[in-house]
């Protein structure tokens, strides 16, 4: 019971797909159960970017090599999806980031040692928009290299993480 070329190719082909299916999966179950944007950002960009590049294998080897058929378009979307999936998760997070939006993180975790700020899940949207809000005006000092801006800044942020 020898297999030929074609068949070995196929079932690999086949692996790769089902591998690849079992980590969009693993994503999509990421999704639904983590609790903020962050971490939900960073199932969906992780493991869908390698199913994504499994799946997208599997299919150019499996026509490469039973039906001969050379895909410079699989090519192109493996080389599109792995230089734009990073860029555009990082851009959404970055936007969660300066929205102010809620960031979970563990009771035991010592105050100062992620972001200066204890996240609260009873935290108002009010007190996310004015966060938001103060970190704006930062990074508009920031930009402008206005030292005495920057520096009130942080003495708010003292104040504010008392």
């Known amino acids: 019971m020898f297999l030929n070329l074609n068949e070995i190719v196929s079932l690999i082909a086949a692996i790769s797909i089902l591998?690849?299916?079992i980590s969009a999966l693993i994503s999509a179950v990421g999704i639904v159960r983590f609790r903020?944007?962050?971490l939900r950002s960073h199932?969906?960009?992780k493991s869908s970017t390698l199913?994504?590049?499994l799946t997208l294998t599997g299919v150019f080897?499996?026509?490469l090599f039973t039906e001969g058929y050379f895909s410079v378009r699989t090519l192109l979307t493996i080389l599109f999806l792995y230089l734009t999936s990073p860029v555009a998760g990082h851009m959404i997070i970055r936007a969660a980031y300066n929205s102010g939006s809620y960031m979970y993180m563990k009771e035991f975790t010592k105050?100062?040692?992620s972001l200066n700020y204890k996240y609260d899940r009873d935290e108002t949207k009010k007190d996310r928009?004015?966060?938001a809000a103060k970190r704006q005006v930062m990074n508009e000092a920031f930009a402008k290299n206005d030292k005495e801006a920057f520096s009130k800044y942080n003495?708010?942020?003292k104040k504010d993480d008392k």
Do not use: E, I, P
């Open 111 to 113: 105050k100062g040692t």
């Open 61 to 63: 080897f499996y026509f």
């Open 19 to 21: 591998f690849g299916s």
């Open 43 to 45: 199932a969906a960009t």
């Open 129 to 131: 928009r004015k966060r």
């Open 36 to 38: 903020d944007t962050f």
């Open 155 to 157: 003495q708010v942020m």
């Open 51 to 53: 199913s994504v590049l």
